[in-house]
């Protein structure tokens, strides 16, 4: 037995349904092309086929895991996570996620200073609001057709910006991040106010750059698909 499976064993949680023939299947070890590769990320591959690099599923699991492990703790300690993730072909299933989990999440866009400058943001956040509140009580009536229609669209703009964070009212614990290039801003402001980072690390990436890095394939539906599944059960059995 290698000493990863040993240490895999030793996990004493539940081992949170990680399969390492379902993530295969899920096509989570499928990394970019070995010229691609960020140096600090060799230790999680296993092998190179036909120039594309191939991630260790077993360290793979193990980093999942204790991720899981970890969120399983905060979600029982009423700790505030959110779920980041802009990338067109996963952004509908990270919302989803989030709505049946109860978290927050942004699959728009970052904005800068979201963390940075929270009080500028929350001031916009409650604009909206209260923009959104005289539209349900029917008090822009009162505006020409052209005006309500400049304010439709601004509403338009703002919900796409912060229906996921509407209701946040202070800088979370934790962001899962599913894409930590395209979404590096968000990583970055995280770190520059102590809120920890978990985050998929595919092969082109730096692990070094987030708390808890879970090596895997962040561009396939079906890898991102089998995380936010095990993201989801354990947040749910951690709410029961």
């Not at 895991?65 to 300690?77: C, D, H, P």
């Amino acid at each position: 037995m290698t000493e990863l499976k040993k240490e895999l064993n030793n996990i004493k949680d539940e081992d949170f349904g990680v399969n390492l023939n379902e993530m295969n299947e899920a096509g989570l070890y499928f990394g970019h092309r070995t010229s691609r590769i960020h140096p600090k990320m060799k230790p999680y591959i296993s092998a190179s086929r036909n120039g594309v690099d191939i991630i260790d599923l077993e360290k793979t699991a193990l980093k999942l895991k204790e991720a899981l492990s970890l969120i399983k703790t905060m979600i029982s300690e009423n700790k505030i996570i959110v779920l980041v993730g802009t990338k067109i072909q996963v952004k509908k299933l990270i919302e989803e996620t989030a709505k049946e989990c109860g978290l927050f999440y942004i699959t728009d866009r970052w904005l800068g200073g979201t963390f940075t400058n929270f009080k500028v943001i929350r001031k916009r956040i409650e604009y909206f609001k209260d923009l959104e509140n005289k539209k349900q009580n029917q008090e822009l009536s009162k505006y020409t057709k052209k005006e309500r229609l400049k304010i439709d669209k601004e509403l338009r703009d703002l919900e796409a910006k912060f229906r996921g964070i509407k209701n946040l009212e202070r800088i979370p614990d934790a962001i899962f991040v599913f894409d930590i290039r395209k979404d590096s801003l968000a990583v970055k402001e995280a770190k520059r106010e102590g809120v920890k980072v978990f985050g998929i690390t595919d092969t082109n990436t730096d692990p070094t750059s987030v708390d808890y890095p879970i090596p895997a394939n962040d561009d396939a539906i079906s890898s991102v698909k089998y995380i936010l599944e095990k993201l989801k059960n354990t947040i749910l059995e951690a709410k029961k």
